[in-house]
C-alpha cells in the first residue's frame, strides 16, 4: 500500500505556554479522531509531529493513522522560536522516511507539509538556507498557519504555497484549524495520483486564507 506521509511542525516556544498549547494538544486530537472516520486517510495516511523552540525535536515519527498514540506538547517556559532548525529536521526526516520506488516496496505519495507558528524564526539564517531545501523534498503542499497578530506572515511566504492566519490562539479557534487540517489530509489521500498538486478545502470562519 502507498502511504501519504504528512508531517506538522509545531510551535512550542515559550508565547506557546498555557492556553494556546493545551489548545493545540486538543486540537490534535480531533484530527486524529477526525482522520480514524475517513476510510481512506485511515488506509494510505501516516503521520509525524516535530516540535520547535530551542530545539527542533520529532515527537511523533512517521505513524500509520490506525496505530498512532499522541504525545502530549509542552512548552518550555520562555524559549526562541528555531524554525530553520525545525525545517532542517523535517528535510532529514524525509529523507530517512518517505519510501521511493524498488524492487519490493511502491514508493510513498507526495508528503504534506503543515506549519504552525506564532512568532517568526530566530534562526532567521538557517531558516533562509532550509526553505529551498524544502522544496527540493517535492511536498505536494506546504500549508503555513500564523497563529495570532504577532505571527510574521512575510517570513511564511518564501516556503509555503498555502498560508492560513488566526487572529487567536484560543481553543475555538485551533479546534476550527486542525479540523481543516484534516479534511485537508483527508481531501490529499482521496486525490492522491489523480494530481501532482493538493487543493486544499476551503477555511473555516476564523481560519483565514493569505493570499
Not at 15 to 41: H, W, Y
Not at 51 to 60: C, H, M, P, Y
Not at 74 to 101: H, I, K
Request: aromatic residues 6%.
Amino acid at each position: 500500500m502507498r502511504r501519504l506521509p504528512v508531517y506538522l511542525l509545531i510551535d512550542t516556544s515559550g508565547s506557546m505556554k498555557g492556553e494556546p498549547i493545551e489548545a493545540v494538544n486538543a486540537g490534535l486530537q480531533t484530527l486524529v479522531a477526525s482522520l480514524r472516520r475517513d476510510p481512506q486517510a485511515l488506509e494510505t495516511a501516516c503521520l509525524s509531529i516535530i516540535t520547535f523552540d530551542k530545539d527542533a525535536r520529532v515527537v511523533l515519527p512517521l505513524t500509520p493513522i490506525e496505530e498512532l498514540q499522541l504525545p502530549v506538547i509542552a512548552t518550555p517556559e520562555s524559549g526562541p522560536t528555531m524554525t530553520g532548525a525545525a525545517l532542517e529536521l523535517v528535510c532529514q526526516r524525509v529523507d530517512q522516511e518517505v519510501r521511493t520506488q524498488s524492487a519490493d516496496v511502491k514508493r510513498d505519495w507526495k508528503p504534506l507539509l503543515f506549519i504552525m507558528t506564532d512568532g517568526s524564526p530566530n534562526d532567521i539564517q538557517k531558516y533562509k538556507e532550509m526553505v529551498p531545501e524544502c522544496k527540493k523534498r517535492h511536498f505536494a503542499a506546504i500549508t503555513a498557519c500564523a497563529a495570532g497578530v504577532s505571527a510574521k506572515i512575510d517570513m511564511l511566504k518564501d516556503l509555503a504555497n498555502n498560508i492560513v492566519s488566526l487572529d487567536t490562539c484560543d481553543s475555538a479557534t485551533f479546534s476550527q484549524f486542525f479540523a481543516w487540517v484534516s479534511a485537508s489530509i483527508s481531501s490529499g489521500a482521496q486525490s492522491v495520483g489523480a494530481t501532482s498538486q493538493l487543493v486544499l478545502p476551503p477555511p473555516p470562519a476564523d481560519v483565514y486564507k493569505v493570499d
